[in-house]
């Protein structure tokens, strides 16, 4: 439901903001990078883009955890189909943001078993190995969610530019770093 009153003024907490867009420069980095995945062939550097799928798995949990403890500001005055879905678009956006990592690490199961067995030992930025296991099918997935999360994205942009924008109601300013 829209909330009525000025609330644009009201902003996510420094820590909501932090997730925010540390995930988001992370995502839309492997949206770009990843693409030799979705294509087919491995990444130029598979030990990074399997570390940093696991990290928007963790930075995901961490966010989700965060929203949990500290709700998010009312929403900007809009109406309410428009609010409704953009609760619903940030709730899908969540649930891509832990399927793709996991089903990442599903398709690193299935590339241990195939093609790149040296893929077994890939480690978490040096740390620790990268977490691989079969989840049936949902590797085989990575893909498709990974352009479903393309097309999202670019909607959540220029839903955001729309209120900036055509609506002014201060909606961006909200998720901006003071």
Avoid: C
């Avoid at 925010?20 to 030799?36: P, R």
């Avoid at 943001?97 to 599903?106: D, E, H, R, T, Y």
């Avoid at 997935?141 to 990974?146: C, F, I, Q």
């Amino acid at each position: 439901m829209a909330a009525t009153g000025n609330v644009s003024s009201v902003k996510y907490s420094a820590v909501a903001v932090i997730l925010h867009w540390v995930t988001a420069v992370v995502v839309i980095y492997m949206l770009f990078w990843g693409e030799d995945l979705i294509r087919g062939r491995t990444p130029a550097n598979p030990a990074l883009h399997a570390s940093l799928g696991f990290s928007i798995l963790v930075l995901t949990i961490a966010r989700l955890a965060w929203r949990f403890a500290k709700p998010p500001p009312p929403d900007v005055p809009m109406p309410r189909w428009q609010a409704l879905a953009g609760h619903v678009l940030h709730w899908i956006f969540y649930g891509l943001l832990i399927l793709i990592p996991l089903s990442g690490m599903a398709a690193l199961d299935q590339e241990i078993a195939g093609r790149h067995p040296e893929f077994a030992s890939l480690t978490f930025f040096g740390l620790f190995t990268v977490p691989h296991f079969s989840l049936g099918p949902l590797g085989a997935a990575h893909g498709l969610m990974t352009n479903l999360m393309i097309g999202l994205l670019a909607l959540h942009v220029l839903a955001a530019l729309k209120h900036q924008f055509i609506d002014r109601d201060g909606l961006i300013n909200r998720m901006l770093p003071r």
